[in-house]
């Protein structure tokens, strides 16, 4: 069992059942949650993953804390914080996100892609290396790129691939939900030194 808190600005759990192991993720507004909330909160989601009726107790014990004064202040300024802090300058030390953009652009989109906004990650995040925000319509690039030891080749390839999540736009059911259909992983070959930008990253 793997259980993983993730940064969602909404309050979100998640349990999923793959390959005999259970996947949970728990908004990290729980992390430092007391166990008996925890607790509930595992009785809750394994109810809802055998389609079984959720224990009243646990029930109300989950709504107690998540209602609670401070985690709504709590969640309402983690929102705030992260809708202010997601966006920054596409212009970083050593690259420039929107001159990275129009020119991938041109080589592979005919220029016609219309570029939403760019932003360097607020931090040297090495577990998301970029993501398409829908929300805000803002290709948001981790700042680890933005240094010379890192070729070209590795952030135009993460540029691209955030590009093509424009171009292919898949469902997102409340979490952050990466789907790579058929089309996308067949417009990626595009990408020429495709495996040599992917072994890049690995050593990043
Ligand atoms: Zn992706």
Redesign the pocket.
Known sequence: MKIDFYAFANVNNTIRLREGKLLVRLSDLLEGAPENVLRAIAHILLAKMYRKPIDRSSAARYRKYVGSHDIVRKAHLVRQMRGRKLLRSPRGHYYDLDAIFEELNTRFFHGLMARPRMSWSQTKTRRILGHYDPAHNAIIISRIFDAPKVPALALDYVMF??M??LRYPVDHHGIRR?V?TKDFRQAEKQFPHLTEAKEILKRL
């Open positions: 691939h955030e093509l999540h990466r790579h």
